[in-house]
């Protein structure tokens, strides 16, 4: 959530940076109703105090045997004038309240103006694998490897599912222990949140009320629950309407999450398999910083997002995200992207973002400054560390062979027993 006191006093700047992001905003309605209601709790003091000091007169009136009925009645006047004053400045209040919730994240200045076309390559890593033979898509290995059952997931759920069987689910579960052990070690402590999240946790995230139809929602739960669409949704409200110790920040944190997304894509040829779907696997970071260790943190997120990726061996990129590009809640976000080869393209297997103080105004989060005693609002940060269900087809992919099998990435194989080679069933 935007402080009202930066649209204030910088509304150009405001207007500007979400104007970058592909967002209009006009901030007249939103600052006269800011006026309006300074007034109103100007007025609505000055009759508290004009009531205060008729109360006040009472004991001596009585004292001196006066009339003390016409004091009451005034003084129930101007409680019914308070009254309505204090309904008019909560209405106003739920009016500026409603504008600012739906407003953005500013971006940050330094990122260009527009979407996935201003997009900013950064670096690339590893080398692009290349194939003296005739090369398959994932999904058509998976299939003659025995490893994922796409028809059965259709038959037990529908389509945008798949199954992971033998060698495939302890591919899956392998790469989840390699993030697991490598944040472990990192000093981030580990999360096995709720999966059934509040309304209060997806506006925490600045997911609502915006994005309040792309989830699954529960019917049946009180007040209702909905499905996390990322472990970020559950971690970033670990320290709602808390204030911690300068002393104690950073805290990082990860948790390992199935992830349920209301969309499963569009189903063109780039999102076969794998690459898009109602659930799939994720392990999330989360860290929440104080405004000065902020870039410091987004910076050791991104390079262990990357490390991940660049240990398992597999070519990828990473991109630094337009203003447009950025998602509603962030101020920044770099894309970790996979190559993906029968497709041609990258796809993100990790986004690394900074909410700023966006998240922990919209939920009430802030800190003690050690020096002066002030309450401060932290940053918060996430990065994917990271999304299995491109990294799988990724690996099956780039590290296939000409007799159809696929080699394990050396990282990997102490969670699989040693085994170097997918042979199939």
């Given at each position: 959530?935007l402080?009202?006191?930066?649209?204030?006093?910088?509304?150009?700047k405001?207007?500007?940076?979400?104007k970058?992001?592909?967002?209009?905003?006009e901030?007249?309605?939103?600052?006269?109703?800011?006026?309006?209601?300074?007034?109103?709790?100007?007025?609505?003091?000055?009759?508290?105090s004009?009531k205060?000091?008729?109360?006040?007169?009472?004991?001596?009136?009585k004292?001196?045997?006066g009339?003390?009925?016409k004091?009451?009645?005034?003084?129930?006047a101007?409680?019914q004038?308070i009254?309505?004053?204090?309904i008019q400045?909560?209405?106003i209040?739920?009016?500026?309240?409603?504008?600012?919730?739906?407003?953005?994240?500013?971006?940050d200045?330094?990122?260009?103006?527009?979407?996935k076309?201003?997009?900013?390559?950064?670096?690339?890593t590893?080398?692009?694998?290349?194939?003296d033979?005739?090369?398959?898509?994932h999904v058509?290995?998976?299939?003659?490897?025995g490893?994922?059952d796409?028809?059965?997931?259709?038959k037990v759920s529908g389509?945008?599912?798949?199954?992971?069987?033998?060698?495939?689910a302890?591919?899956?579960?392998?790469?989840?222990?390699y993030?697991?052990?490598?944040?472990?070690?990192?000093?981030?402590?580990?999360?096995?949140p709720?999966?059934?999240?509040?309304?209060?946790?997806?506006?925490t995230?600045g997911?609502?009320?915006?994005?309040?139809?792309?989830v699954?929602?529960?019917?049946?739960?009180?007040?209702?629950?909905?499905l996390?669409?990322?472990?970020?949704?559950?971690?970033v409200?670990?320290?709602r309407?808390?204030?911690?110790?300068?002393?104690?920040?950073?805290?990082?944190?990860?948790?390992?999450?199935p992830?349920y997304r209301?969309?499963?894509g569009?189903?063109?040829?780039?999102?076969?398999?794998m690459?898009?779907?109602?659930?799939?696997?994720k392990?999330?970071?989360?860290q929440?910083?104080t405004?000065?260790?902020?870039?410091?943190a987004?910076?050791?997120?991104?390079?262990k997002?990357e490390?991940l990726?660049?240990?398992?061996?597999?070519?990828?990129?990473?991109?630094?995200?337009a203003a447009?590009?950025?998602s509603?809640?962030?101020?920044?976000t770099?894309d970790?992207?996979?190559?993906?080869?029968s497709m041609q393209?990258?796809k993100?297997?990790?986004?690394?973002?900074n909410?700023?103080?966006?998240?922990?105004r919209?939920?009430n989060?802030?800190?003690?400054?050690?020096?002066?005693?002030k309450t401060?609002?932290?940053?918060?940060?996430?990065?994917?560390g990271?999304a299995?269900?491109?990294?799988?087809?990724?690996?099956?992919?780039q590290?296939?062979?000409?007799?159809?099998?696929?080699?394990?990435p050396?990282?990997?194989?102490?969670?699989m027993?040693?085994?170097?080679?997918?042979?199939?069933?």
């Amino acid at each position: 959530m935007l402080d009202i006191n930066l649209i204030k006093e910088n509304p150009d700047k405001v207007v500007k940076l979400l104007k970058n992001k592909g967002w209009d905003f006009e901030p007249s309605t939103l600052l006269n109703l800011n006026e309006k209601r300074k007034q109103l709790i100007f007025s609505c003091d000055e009759i508290k105090s004009e009531k205060n000091k008729l109360s006040s007169t009472v004991p001596l009136v009585k004292k001196q045997g006066g009339d003390v009925s016409k004091i009451f009645d005034q003084v129930k006047a101007l409680n019914q004038k308070i009254e309505d004053l204090e309904i008019q400045i909560s209405n106003i209040n739920k009016q500026i309240f409603d504008i600012i919730s739906e407003l953005p994240n500013l971006p940050d200045e330094d990122l260009l103006a527009g979407e996935k076309e201003n997009n900013k390559v950064l670096r690339i890593t590893n080398q692009k694998p290349e194939f003296d033979f005739e090369y398959k898509d994932h999904v058509s290995l998976c299939e003659k490897l025995g490893i994922i059952d796409y028809q059965r997931a259709a038959k037990v759920s529908g389509r945008g599912t798949w199954i992971y069987t033998g060698d495939g689910a302890r591919l899956e579960w392998a790469l989840l222990n390699y993030f697991i052990s490598e944040h472990l070690k990192d000093g981030y402590q580990f999360i096995l949140p709720p999966h059934l999240l509040n309304f209060e946790s997806g506006f925490t995230a600045g997911q609502f009320p915006k994005f309040s139809k792309d989830v699954f929602w529960l019917e049946g739960t009180q007040p209702n629950k909905f499905l996390l669409p990322t472990a970020e949704t559950a971690l970033v409200n670990l320290h709602r309407d808390e204030i911690l110790k300068e002393e104690d920040l950073p805290k990082k944190y990860f948790a390992y999450t199935p992830c349920y997304r209301l969309e499963a894509g569009s189903y063109r040829s780039e999102e076969r398999g794998m690459v898009r779907g109602y659930q799939f696997n994720k392990v999330e970071m989360v860290q929440y910083t104080t405004e000065e260790g902020s870039d410091l943190a987004f910076e050791e997120l991104v390079e262990k997002a990357e490390r991940l990726i660049k240990n398992l061996g597999l070519h990828f990129r990473t991109s630094k995200l337009a203003a447009g590009d950025c998602s509603h809640s962030m101020a920044r976000t770099y894309d970790i992207e996979v190559w993906i080869p029968s497709m041609q393209i990258y796809k993100e297997v990790s986004s690394v973002s900074n909410a700023r103080n966006y998240q922990a105004r919209r939920g009430n989060m802030k800190y003690r400054d050690s020096k002066t005693g002030k309450t401060k609002y932290m940053h918060t940060l996430n990065g994917s560390g990271l999304a299995t269900s491109r990294l799988f087809p990724a690996i099956i992919e780039q590290f296939q062979n000409a007799d159809g099998t696929v080699t394990i990435p050396e990282v990997l194989r102490p969670f699989m027993g040693g085994q170097s080679i997918i042979k199939g069933n």
